[in-house]
């Protein structure tokens, strides 16, 4: 507890914690938004099918991948608070950073060997590579009110939103050389699996190598935690009663309640689009080859990548000067109006706008949403649970999101009805922020 203290604010505390954006954002863009995705569809099609025999029961490979990723979530979802629970009566949260960073990073490694053939294997390094990604990125966030002071929380969050779109964007653009241009990197045909497949496979351990490697600056500096005082009978349970009260918490603080359902209606559209707009690109829009819509999917992630770095910077000067819940309600406006902009979509241009666009409010909502929540907190050493609300009520979200998501695109034929249906929600956040008030304090 004294090592918190005495460190709170410091630079060098600060730039550790946002260092772990760089080390473990190369997954969400790497193997969640572009090489995964690309790699999943094009194993399909070398091998002429469309269909895969698993559980005993035919099933095509768009489903399957999609109910894995959700039922992922839903362990997430559970896991997490339990998690944060126990973390936090232990006082050492660092260990649990430390575990589900290097599950994640394993998992990575191991999709060198997804293979139609060893199907169990790759879905399940798949399934743990998002709980590896997700619960640390949930332990790591639960660490901002431990480290910075209210008036820092904006400017470090966005920070390291930042570091990790441009970690990110540098191993993406070394691994789009490699699938673009595999025989300069030595890597040709073997034994029926071409290079492009190849080389995809190794982006998965460049991934798991780089978020071992770089997380280890942002462990060698955080602390481990509070530690809790009493007994340490009935760990699992104690962890539970641990959640129990922040709920209560919940209860007495209007604002952080208000917030928090504001925040769980618009983050089931963003994690949404973002999870789909790969999806949507693919099959919405008129590309005029296979190799164009390849290179134009990945140039326009790049694209989103790069620009969200501004989009982060921006948006925490506008949060100091017009406070944050204004500023969410607009960038809220740009998103339902971007949703409908996605509807008319139909030129390679038309989505690379629109990934421009994307990019601008995807890292500022991300950064401040975070944000917000750490200043709306309590005075409390509880951190760690109270985190997990909020990580949790994004988790469910992306659940539902992509489960209505999928329904509407199936009962009216085309995925272009879900983004209008997903603009609501914005609509719906923007009305519920505007009942958390204006200032953060």
Known sequence: MAQTLALKGSKKLL??????DWANSVYSLVISSAIFPLFYGLLFRTAGIETVTIFGGEIARAPLISYVTSLAFVFIAIIT??????????GNKKIFLKFFCYLGAASCIGLYWFSLEHIYFGLACYFFGLVGFWVSFAINNSYLPDIAYPEQQDRISAKGFSLGYIGSVILLVFNLA?????DFFGITDNGGEIAEIKAMKY????VGIWWILFSQYTFAHLPKGYKREGKRDHIIL?????????????????????????????????????????????????????????????VSILLIQIVAILGATVTAWASKAFGNIRTLVVINIIWAMLCVYAYFLQTPMDF??????????MGGIQALSRSTYSKFLPETTDTTSFFSFYDVSEKIGIIIGTLMYGIVAQLTGSMRNSTIFLGLFF????????????KTK
């Open 352 to 361: 690379y706008i629109a990934a421009g666009l994307v990019g601008v409010v």
């Open 238 to 298: 104690n962890g539970f009663k641990e959640l129990k009260l922040v709920w209560h918490q919940l209860g007495k603080n209007r604002r952080l309640k208000r917030y928090l359902g504001a925040f769980f209606v618009y983050s089931m559209a963003v994690q949404t689009i973002m999870l789909i707009a790969t999806y949507f690109g693919e099959e919405e829009i008129l590309w005029g080859s296979d190799n164009e819509r390849t290179t134009g999917l990945i």
């Open 178 to 182: 490699m699938v673009m241009k595999p």
């Open 427 to 438: 609509l719906v956040g923007i009305i519920l922020l505007l009942r958390v008030g204006k």
């Open 81 to 90: 608070p339990l998690i944060s629970g126990v973390a936090d009566y232990l």
């Open 15 to 20: 730039n550790a914690w946002a260092f772990y």
């Open 203 to 206: 982006s998965f351990i460049s």
